[in-house]
């Protein structure tokens, strides 16, 4: 154009429809009518979100157009035109941060210059317009497709973290769970005192403390599967006295705790006496091999501000003379109540 303002880097001619350079012949008239605009690398044109009114073509140089929320940033060289739903709509709202990347020239349209495009060669500016349009179709059906995708890696990411929670809850409760009873074992009843501690403590508390009588009998005349539902037997009787409040454990072996929430001793001892009188009936009823054995219990309330090992320690004591006094039966550690 006059005085080679406006010759422009070569590029190749444009091929798609909606293509955002300019034909030779558009860039030529634009420039012509167009006003000249110098800028220098880092110059920031406008901001996303900001209404504008111009159009912008690159003669020379590059601009990046960054459109945030991880979208990739693009870059556009000469004849390539950004910025024009702000000139055909009006007040439109920026899309992308233009940011000059080095030194160059740009052609800047307002109204008043795209009015004299319309005046000078309406056929040109028509063709411009449907490629244009075409162009804003493309990048709209684009941007969709990228949301689609990054929903999708949402959900997909979500999934994954649905699943991985739901195996570490998995883990976790197998760490906690004893595998032959489905009780609590040792380390979940820890874990539990930890928890419960931390979120504050019941003001009363009673342990019941169940052990087997002459377990290692049963397992030496019917053997360990006969034991083992004798075990899981006792665990049933621990389950379906436990109230939800309450904590029911298989500490190892053949002995057994259940941890209440009870306001009075008697309220504990009508726990353990249930279970004793519960395995006692059952061992009313035939068995071959065996499926029951009798207990000993041992209960007594304990302080929540003491430790687990003072809470066994007392239980444990009451156990000791419930099992010395011939077993199947509860022995109560407090002289507030007659030991039964």
């Given at each position: 154009?006059?005085?080679?303002?406006?010759?422009?880097?070569?590029?190749?001619?444009?091929?798609?429809?909606?293509?955002?350079?300019?034909?030779?012949?558009?860039?030529?008239?634009?420039?012509?009518?167009?006003?000249?605009?110098?800028?220098?690398?880092?110059?920031?044109?406008?901001?996303?979100?900001?209404?504008?009114?111009?159009?912008?073509?690159?003669?020379?140089?590059?601009?990046?157009?960054?459109?945030?929320?991880?979208?990739?940033?693009?870059?556009?060289?000469?004849?390539?035109?950004?910025?024009?739903?702000?000139?055909?709509?009006?007040?439109?709202?920026?899309?992308?941060?233009?940011?000059?990347?080095?030194?160059?020239?740009?052609?800047?349209l307002r109204h008043e210059e795209f009015q004299r495009l319309v005046d000078r060669n309406a056929?040109?500016?028509?063709?411009?317009?449907?490629?244009?349009?075409?162009?804003?179709?493309?990048?709209?059906?684009?941007?969709?497709?990228?949301?689609?995708?990054?929903?999708?890696?949402?959900e997909a990411a979500l999934d994954s973290l649905y699943a991985t929670t739901h195996q570490l809850?998995?883990?976790?409760?197998?760490?906690?769970?004893?595998?032959?009873?489905?009780?609590?074992?040792?380390?979940?009843?820890?874990?539990?005192?930890?928890?419960?501690?931390?979120?504050?403590?019941?003001?009363?508390?009673?342990?019941?403390?169940?052990?087997?009588?002459?377990?290692?009998?049963?397992?030496?005349?019917?053997?360990?599967?006969?034991?083992?539902?004798?075990?899981?037997?006792?665990?049933?009787?621990?389950?379906?006295?436990?109230?939800?409040?309450?904590?029911?454990?298989?500490?190892?072996?053949?002995?057994?705790?259940?941890?209440?929430?009870?306001?009075?001793?008697?309220?504990?001892?009508?726990?353990?006496?249930?279970?004793?009188?519960?395995?006692?009936?059952l061992m009313l009823m035939p068995q071959s091999p065996p499926t029951i054995c009798p207990v000993?219990?041992?209960?007594?309330?304990?302080?929540?501000?003491?430790?687990?090992?003072?809470?066994?320690?007392?239980?444990?004591?009451?156990?000791?003379?419930?099992?010395?006094?011939?077993?199947?039966?509860?022995?109560?550690?407090?002289?507030?109540?007659?030991?039964?």
């Amino acid at each position: 154009m006059t005085g080679g303002q406006f010759n422009s880097d070569p590029i190749p001619a444009p091929n798609e429809a909606a293509t955002a350079a300019l034909s030779q012949a558009e860039f030529e008239l634009f420039a012509e009518l167009g006003r000249p605009r110098h800028v220098e690398a880092g110059q920031v044109l406008f901001r996303r979100g900001e209404l504008g009114t111009t159009m912008f073509v690159v003669a020379r140089g590059a601009i990046d157009l960054d459109f945030g929320d991880d979208l990739v940033t693009k870059r556009l060289g000469p004849r390539e035109f950004f910025g024009e739903l702000g000139l055909l709509i009006g007040d439109h709202a920026r899309s992308a941060d233009a940011i000059v990347a080095g030194p160059g020239l740009l052609i800047e349209l307002r109204h008043e210059e795209f009015q004299r495009l319309v005046d000078r060669n309406a056929g040109l500016v028509c063709h411009f317009l449907r490629r244009a349009i075409m162009r804003v179709v493309l990048n709209e059906q684009g941007l969709i497709r990228r949301l689609r995708r990054r929903n999708q890696d949402l959900e997909a990411a979500l999934d994954s973290l649905y699943a991985t929670t739901h195996q570490l809850n998995q883990t976790e409760e197998l760490i906690r769970t004893d595998e032959l009873t489905g009780l609590y074992n040792r380390r979940g009843l820890t874990l539990h005192l930890q928890e419960a501690r931390a979120l504050g403590m019941p003001q009363t508390l009673g342990l019941v403390l169940v052990d087997c009588d002459r377990f290692k009998q049963v397992n030496d005349d019917h053997g360990h599967l006969a034991g083992d539902r004798v075990l899981q037997s006792v665990a049933n009787i621990m389950r379906s006295v436990a109230g939800p409040d309450d904590i029911a454990c298989r500490l190892g072996g053949d002995e057994f705790c259940l941890l209440v929430s009870a306001g009075h001793a008697h309220d504990v001892m009508r726990f353990a006496e249930f279970i004793v009188a519960t395995t006692q009936n059952l061992m009313l009823m035939p068995q071959s091999p065996p499926t029951i054995c009798p207990v000993s219990v041992g209960a007594c309330m304990v302080d929540p501000r003491a430790d687990w090992n003072d809470w066994y320690a007392r239980a444990d004591e009451a156990l000791y003379q419930a099992k010395r006094k011939g077993g199947n039966r509860v022995h109560w550690q407090d002289a507030a109540l007659e030991p039964v």
